[in-house]
């Protein structure tokens, strides 16, 4: 008998519950924010105008505004 099959074999009677908590969830927006900076960021070299206007957008998805 392989480990795979001993493996297999053990598992078929036991039931895992597991929840995910949503965490995540109040994270999300902090990604949107931390894209649209990098992006605007990339483009100051090339586009410094849009990235203007992209950087200016950042403040407008933050939903709690913090202390800059």
């Known amino acids: 008998m ?3 099959d001993d493996f297999m074999q053990d598992s078929g009677d ?3 519950d ?3 908590e949503d965490a995540d969830d109040d ?4 990604v949107g924010i931390e ?3 990098y992006n605007a960021k990339q ?3 090339d586009n410094p105008e849009e990235a203007i ?3 200016l957008g950042v403040p407008d ?3 709690d505004k913090g202390d800059w």
Do not use: T, W
Request: glycine share 4%; hydrophobic share 20%; net charge negative.
């Open 27 to 30: 994270e999300s927006g902090d």
């Open 14 to 16: 036991e039931e895992y």
């Open 43 to 45: 483009m100051k070299i």
């Open 35 to 37: 894209n649209k900076y």
């Open 53 to 55: 206007d992209e950087f």
């Open 18 to 20: 597991f929840e995910y």
């Open 61 to 63: 998805l933050e939903q």
């Open 2 to 4: 392989s480990d795979d």
